[in-house]
Antibody, heavy 127, light 104 residues
């Protein structure tokens, strides 16, 4: 069945780095745009980053710009989130999610919605 | 940046009652609005996309409406499993702050 499984979370000190992975199965991963979404403890959902099916133009939320990088390896059916210079306010559950219609034209990118979600991986930034 | 404002923050209702949740955008998003349901300890679940289209497997008691800046999610008759937090999202990006539907 269609599935996304995140891994790589843990406890990390402020200023350090962490890389999250999201393993996809049950669908043609290379055909879909993918997102990362996070949720701080007791808070709402926050969109983090998106990458089109071919790994081309990527977009980040302002809150993580310059620190987080989204990437993908279509040969491994895996999505990544490289998180550098981590701060206490990055503490959250991180979800990967599939966008069934997201794509980029020659001039613009269009994102749609998230129809498949992983169960999340928890990142705690603390000294 | 487009901001989504959901209201009310909390909705206290009894099973069988009708729930009406609102999502207002700071500027037009066309029909590109989705609704998600999240229960404690679980990932969000897509309910509605493109303002009014039910996702696969979503019961008919859930319906979405609206366009431009004003959107509504309606649950026609609350079932016990519907008590949860609901989020709107525009075009795969910004989320609203959420509405908690709790048992009265």
């Amino acid at each position: 069945q269609v599935q996304l499984v995140e891994s790589g979370g843990g406890v990390v000190q402020p200023g350090r780095s962490l890389r999250l992975s999201c393993a996809a199965s049950g669908f043609t991963f290379s055909s879909y745009a993918m997102h990362w979404v996070r949720q701080a403890p007791g808070k709402g959902l926050e969109w983090v980053a998106v990458i089109p099916y071919d790994g081309g133009r990527k977009y980040n939320a302002d809150s993580v710009k310059g620190r987080f990088t989204i990437s993908r390896d279509n040969s491994k059916n895996t999505l990544y989130l490289q998180m550098n210079s981590l701060r206490a306010d990055d503490t959250a559950v991180y979800y990967c999610a599939r966008d069934p219609r997201g794509h980029c034209s020659s001039t613009n990118c269009y994102w749609a919605y998230m129809d498949v979600w992983g169960n999340g991986t928890t990142v705690t930034v603390s000294s | 940046e487009i901001v989504l404002t959901q209201s009310p923050a909390t909705l206290s209702l009894s099973p069988g009652e009708r729930a009406t949740l609102s999502c207002r955008a700071s500027q037009s998003v066309g029909i590109y609005l989705a609704w998600y349901q999240q229960k404690p300890g679980q990932a969000p679940r897509l309910l509605i996309y493109d303002a009014s289209n039910r996702a696969t497997g979503i019961p008919a008691r859930f319906s979405g409406s609206g366009s431009g800046t004003d959107f509504t999610l309606t649950i026609s008759s609350l079932e016990p499993e519907d008590f949860a937090v609901y989020y709107c999202q525009r075009a795969g990006l910004t989320f609203g702050g959420g509405t908690k539907v709790e048992i009265k």
